[in-house]
């Protein structure tokens, strides 16, 4: 295994950033590590679901080369180029803190370096078509056998078997092949989650059957082989929803905001727009009524007193409800709420969330540098005491490739 080659995170000034670098940012403790360093991970990756694996191992302080195709690389690159004019969305998303070399791996030189990649490797990682990493000599079972310590994870879309192993699998068609689309939207019409959700369920799997495999190979010394699928992962996120249709014969509703086993739970209207309320159990429903809108009768109405009974008078109880919130300010009511700690919310689109003070009171904000300058991106959710995770910069298209290629003795002439 190689040693970790450190990443530094660099904050270049740009004239008119509307997000101005904070140079009192420390990146992160220098005494302590983090929790992958030393790590290696190769990735022959692309889209969404891989590359958000790969990144939150590079936040955890592994090395990620990201191998992309020359002259093209990871085609989320061309998604758009909404940041600063002219990077991508989805590839500042999920692409910081890697290396990029770019080979080409229809060439013998090129099939042969990501092979000498990966024999420094801890971790491979690839989401080509299924199929596509084996007929380039990168499957599973070769790389292992010269290489019994090496955790290989094979990502798809639907999974290395079954009818439906070499069909197309975009987020959207896997929501929908997997009855998320069906359980999302309101009664009159059903839509596809607002971000790439079987993307990112696989992409998190992926993530921590990594971890895990790290666990194991710690005490064992042997590596090991994960598949992870968008589809997979998707039905397991279906949880309840599948076990109300095998247990109790029925799909579960379509009820916009609200929830189709729990009432009051949905959107109600104030004097000045609107608020959520989610009232989970009795106890719930007796606070929001008695202390929140001062209707202790409603409390004590036998129709409502069980969420049962709500979840089977529905509309009713919601029409109730919205009555009595329309008594209110959104922003007194929230505070009402708040003080009597009946969960709530106000909807905020995403201007409101980059401004969110539950963002900015606790200071998630960091700096990233990418070739366009640099942007702000929101810490890694998983929070350490003793170090803060890396948040390395952006990759260009093959930035590192002459060097990592030098490193691994590679070099001979033009890139392979």
Same mark, same amino acid.
Request: net charge negative.
């Given at each position: 295994?190689?040693?970790?080659?450190?990443?530094?995170?660099?904050?270049?000034?740009?004239?008119?950033?509307?997000?101005?670098?904070?140079?009192?940012?420390?990146?992160?403790?220098?005494?302590?590590?983090?929790?992958?360093?030393?790590?290696?991970?190769?990735?022959?990756?692309?889209?969404?679901?891989?590359?958000?694996?790969?990144?939150?191992?590079?936040?955890?302080?592994?090395?990620?080369?990201?191998?992309?195709?020359?002259?093209?690389?990871?085609?989320?690159?061309?998604?758009?180029?909404?940041?600063?004019?002219?990077?991508?969305?989805?590839?500042?998303?999920?692409?910081?803190?890697?290396?990029?070399?770019?080979?080409?791996?229809?060439?013998?030189?090129?099939?042969?370096?990501?092979?000498?990649?990966?024999?420094?490797?801890?971790?491979? /990682?690839?989401?080509?078509?299924?199929? &596509?990493?084996?007929? +380039? =000599?990168?499957? $599973?079972? !070769?790389?292992?056998?010269?290489? #019994?310590?090496?955790?290989?994870?094979?990502?798809?879309?639907?999974?290395?078997?079954?009818?439906?192993?070499?069909?197309?699998?975009?987020?959207?068609?896997?929501?929908?092949?997997?009855?998320?689309?069906?359980?999302?939207?309101?009664?009159?019409?059903?839509?596809?989650?607002?971000?790439?959700?079987?993307?990112?369920?696989?992409?998190?799997?992926?993530?921590?059957?990594?971890?895990?495999?790290?666990?194991?190979?710690?005490?064992?010394?042997?590596?090991?082989?994960?598949?992870?699928?968008?589809?997979?992962?998707?039905?397991?996120?279906?949880?309840?929803?599948?076990?109300?249709? /095998?247990?109790?014969?029925?799909?579960? &509703?379509?009820?916009? +905001? =609200?929830?189709? $086993?729990? !009432?009051?739970?949905?959107?109600? #209207?104030?004097?000045?727009?609107?608020?959520?309320?989610?009232?989970?159990?009795?106890?719930?429903?007796?606070?929001?009524?008695?202390?929140?809108?001062?209707?202790?009768?409603?409390?004590?109405?036998?129709?409502?007193?069980?969420?049962?009974?709500?979840?089977?008078?529905?509309?009713?109880?919601?029409?109730?409800?919205?009555?009595?919130?329309?008594?209110?300010?959104?922003?007194?009511?929230?505070?009402?709420?708040?003080?009597?700690?009946?969960?709530?919310?106000?909807?905020?689109?995403?201007?409101?969330?980059?401004?969110?003070?539950?963002?900015?009171?606790?200071?998630?904000?960091?700096?990233?540098?990418?070739?366009?300058?640099?942007?702000?991106?929101?810490?890694?959710?998983?929070?350490?005491?003793?170090?803060?995770?890396?948040?390395?910069?952006?990759?260009?298209?093959?930035?590192?490739?002459?060097?990592?290629?030098?490193?691994?003795?590679?070099?001979?002439?033009?890139?392979?």
């Amino acid at each position: 295994m190689v040693g970790l080659i450190p990443i530094a995170l660099t904050n270049p000034t740009s004239a008119g950033d509307p997000w101005p670098v904070n140079s009192d940012q420390s990146p992160s403790s220098d005494s302590a590590l983090l929790p992958l360093e030393g790590i290696t991970v190769v990735a022959l990756e692309q889209a969404v679901a891989a590359p958000l694996a790969t990144r939150h191992l590079a936040d955890l302080g592994a090395r990620v080369i990201k191998v992309e195709r020359v002259g093209e690389g990871d085609f989320a690159r061309q998604y758009d180029s909404a940041v600063r004019g002219g990077a991508g969305s989805h590839f500042v998303w999920l692409n910081r803190g890697k290396e990029s070399v770019e080979l080409d791996l229809k060439s013998e030189a090129g099939r042969d370096a990501i092979k000498t990649l990966i024999a420094g490797a801890d971790v491979f /990682l690839q989401n080509l078509a299924p199929g &596509a990493a084996a007929r +380039l =000599g990168l499957g $599973a079972d !070769v790389l292992r056998a010269d290489h #019994p310590e090496l955790i290989v994870v094979d990502m798809s879309g639907y999974g290395d078997a079954g009818p439906f192993r070499d069909r197309k699998a975009y987020d959207m068609l896997v929501q929908a092949e997997t009855g998320l689309i069906s359980v999302t939207g309101t009664p009159e019409d059903m839509t596809k989650t607002g971000i790439p959700s079987s993307d990112i369920a696989a992409g998190m799997y992926a993530l921590t059957s990594v971890l895990s495999a790290l666990f194991r190979r710690a005490t064992t010394g042997i590596g090991a082989r994960v598949a992870v699928s968008m589809f997979d992962s998707t039905v397991e996120w279906m949880g309840h929803a599948m076990y109300m249709r /095998l247990y109790g014969g029925k799909q579960i &509703a379509r009820v916009g +905001l =609200g929830h189709a $086993a729990i !009432v009051p739970y949905d959107k109600y #209207p104030t004097q000045d727009g609107t608020i959520l309320i989610g009232v989970q159990n009795d106890r719930g429903w007796d606070t929001l009524t008695r202390v929140v809108l001062d209707r202790p009768d409603l409390a004590e109405d036998p129709r409502y007193k069980t969420n049962i009974d709500r979840v089977s008078r529905r509309a009713e109880v919601d029409a109730v409800i919205a009555a009595e919130t329309k008594r209110f300010t959104t922003e007194e009511l929230d505070r009402r709420l708040a003080d009597a700690g009946v969960p709530a919310a106000e909807i905020r689109d995403l201007e409101a969330v980059v401004e969110h003070p539950q963002l900015g009171e606790r200071d998630r904000w960091r700096d990233v540098d990418t070739e366009v300058g640099p942007i702000k991106a929101v810490l890694p959710p998983m929070t350490f005491d003793d170090v803060e995770l890396a948040m390395g910069p952006v990759p260009a298209l093959g930035e590192h490739t002459d060097a990592v290629l030098r490193e691994f003795g590679i070099v001979a002439g033009e890139r392979p």
